[in-house]
């Protein structure tokens, strides 16, 4: 079972500010089945990118998602406020990263 | 509008029978998968399982296999997931997901069904 690692674990940033997130394979993972959610307290995680760069519907294009095989990252420029939350990348049908917590410094 | 609604939180004690639903609507249910994911209190998600509602082809994570069931029914556009015999560890969030394959992202989410299970 492919193992994903994320990191950092916690990230602190200003809003207006660029977040650089990671996500990392124990073993290739084709790079049309590597997934984004977004999940802020008490809601159900929201897809934020299918197929590693796939932004999906409603997500602004401030959001950018790439890589491939063991690395890939999701990238959040000019930070807003609403785009505090925890972070989880999935291999499709499989398993999820531990999650990044994107919070306000 | 596509929508996956969730049945309500339960409390359950050890050793009792429980199951969830997720209820679809505005597409065509049989033919996406339904996907549940587990969440428990304060930690990250988990990939539980998958079922197709068309014929009810179901794939299981090697960590939930044997420790529950997944189903569907087509007729009331509803899928489940169920445990016989509830452990306290099974106390969390479960949330289900909309899926166009089986290897797919998940695009539509339920808003979560809360499973606690004490003595």
């Known amino acids: 079972e492919v193992v994903l690692t994320q990191s950092p674990g916690t990230l602190s940033l200003s809003p207006g500010e660029t977040a650089t997130l990671s996500c990392r394979a124990s073993?290739?993972?084709?790079?049309?089945?590597l997934a984004w959610y977004q999940q802020k307290p008490g809601q159900a995680p929201r897809l934020v990118f299918s197929?590693?760069?796939y932004r999906a519907t409603g997500i602004p294009d401030r959001f950018r998602a790439s890589g491939s095989a063991t690395d890939f990252t999701l990238t959040i420029n000019r930070l807003e406020p609403e785009d505090f939350a925890v972070y989880y990348c999935?291999?499709?049908?499989?398993?999820f990263g531990q999650g990044t917590k994107l919070e306000i410094k | 509008e596509v929508q996956l609604v969730q049945s309500g939180a339960e409390v359950k004690k050890p050793g009792e029978s429980l199951k969830i639903s997720c209820k679809g609507s505005?597409?065509?249910?049989?033919?996406?998968?339904i996907g549940w994911v587990r969440q428990m209190p304060g930690r990250g998600l988990e990939w539980v399982g998958i079922?197709?509602?068309?014929?009810?082809?179901?794939r299981y994570s090697p960590s939930f296999q044997g420790q529950v069931t997944i189903s569907a029914d087509t007729s009331i556009t509803t899928v489940y997931l169920q445990w016989d015999s509830l452990k306290a560890s099974d106390s969390a969030m479960y949330f289900c997901?909309?899926?166009?394959?089986?290897?797919?992202?998940?695009?539509?989410w339920g808003q979560g069904a809360l499973v606690t299970v004490s003595s």
């Open positions: 997901s909309r899926h166009s394959t089986s290897y797919s992202s998940g695009d539509y």
């Open positions: 079922i197709y509602p068309h014929d009810s082809e179901t």
């Open positions: 505005g597409y065509n249910f049989a033919t996406y998968w």
């Open positions: 999935q291999q499709y049908g499989s398993t």
């Open positions: 197929g590693t760069s």
């Open positions: 073993q290739s993972v084709g790079s049309h089945y």
